[in-house]
């Protein structure tokens, strides 16, 4: 999954989901749903946002994946540790 960030007009930060060549509204369904799948969210950045942002929004990105797929003591992903 492929997520692009964008500045707001009020400075906020809003998310969209890039599907080849269109846009649709950002989902946590579908983020969570990817995540589970095994599918990694790759980031891309809009004009805007700044490198601090983008590494917030990396580091934020990283913990989320370690939070679904931790690894095990033998190095194998599981849910249930």
């Not at 492929?2 to 009020?10: A, H, I, M, V």
């Not at 400075?11 to 509204?25: C, F």
């Not at 946002?49 to 599981?78: C, F, R, Y």
Request: glycine share 8%; proline share 4%; net charge negative.
């Amino acid at each position: 999954m492929k997520l692009k960030f964008n500045k707001t007009e009020d400075g906020d930060i809003a998310a969209v989901i890039l599907d080849n060549t269109k846009q649709e509204a950002f989902s946590y369904i579908k983020m969570i749903a990817a995540l589970l799948d095994g599918q990694p969210i790759e980031c891309e950045y809009g004009e805007g946002i700044t490198p601090e942002e983008q590494e917030q929004i990396k580091s934020l990105n990283d913990a989320i994946w370690k939070k679904v797929h931790p690894e095990g003591e033998n190095g194998e992903m599981s849910l249930f540790n």
